[in-house]
């Protein structure tokens, strides 16, 4: 089907569901284009929360789609495809929190909402990278168990100057991984007259040499800062980035920066999904009135 009669259709079955599509700032840029909502982590959860349509198609990965889900238990929230997870968020696993409770046992655990729902519920309080640092300075305890990304871990602790203690000792996104120093040097030389702005789930000494550490949505907020960028994230945050800023430059750090994950969903996944009711998340009950309480927790505080 041509692009523009998969348009068409999309929206003719969304009207149809009184359905509306979600996208994160990482989504193909056609993907990005189709989208209702989009946002990062935090802004997408928000607007969950606030929807009055009968279906959610999420164009994200999965743990996004499962936290829409448990948001709005009575409506229907449809993953476009099954390939669409997150090898950071699968790396935690919940056997990885009750070992640090063990050691830690009155440390509050701050699980970043890259994480499934069954580790949600072990959480007291979820947090983004737009948000974590303002959640663990607000909690009152100096130690914080935090899961899973390490980088993002080190981020607060030198933010806050508690202890964070990072489970598992090895998370990351394998993404933001991909920056080093050399590319910050690089970036440098090749567009002089631009600052940088870094992802706190880049490594410490990414972040040591950036202009900015900040959130895709903090990028977004922070943009008109300056006339030009090097964006030390997933690439497809250049597009979003120009489209919502024409009049700046925005260059990506790394042309090979991409998430396997998030390009797992196409326009054609998104028609499929709206077409065939497919496929509909579905989170234990048990499950997700624990990790609710994380969440809202993180709305409340942040």
Known sequence: ??????????????????????????????????????????????????????????????????????????????????????????????????????????????????????????????????????????????????????????????????????????????VHRKFTVEDVERARELYPNAKLMVHPECAPEVQERADIIVSTGGMIRRAPEHDEWVVFTEREMVYRLQTLHPEIKFHPAKDDATCIGMKAITLNHIYESLRDMKYAVEVPNEIAEKARKAIERMLELS
């Open 1 to 174: 089907m041509k692009m523009e009669r998969l348009v068409e259709e999309i929206l003719r079955l969304k009207g149809e569901r009184n359905a509306i599509i979600m996208a994160h700032n990482y989504q193909l840029p056609e993907v990005q284009d189709i989208a209702d909502f989009l946002g990062d982590s935090l802004e997408l959860a928000r607007k969950a929360v606030k929807t009055d349509a009968d279906v959610i198609v999420f164009a994200g990965v999965d743990f996004m789609a499962e936290t829409a889900k448990i948001l709005n238990p009575g409506k229907t929230v449809l993953l476009p495809s099954r390939r669409a997870t997150c090898a950071m968020a699968n790396m935690l696993k919940v056997e990885h929190i009750l070992e640090a409770k063990e050691q830690y046992p009155d440390a509050p655990v701050v699980l970043y909402v890259n994480t499934t729902a069954e580790t949600k519920a072990y959480a007291d309080v979820t947090v983004t990278s737009a948000n974590a640092v303002k959640i663990v300075e607000k909690l009152d305890s100096d130690v914080v168990i935090f899961g899973p990304d390490k980088n993002l871990a080190s981020y607060v602790a030198r933010q806050t100057g508690k202890k964070v203690i990072p489970v598992p000792e090895y998370g990351h996104c394998y």
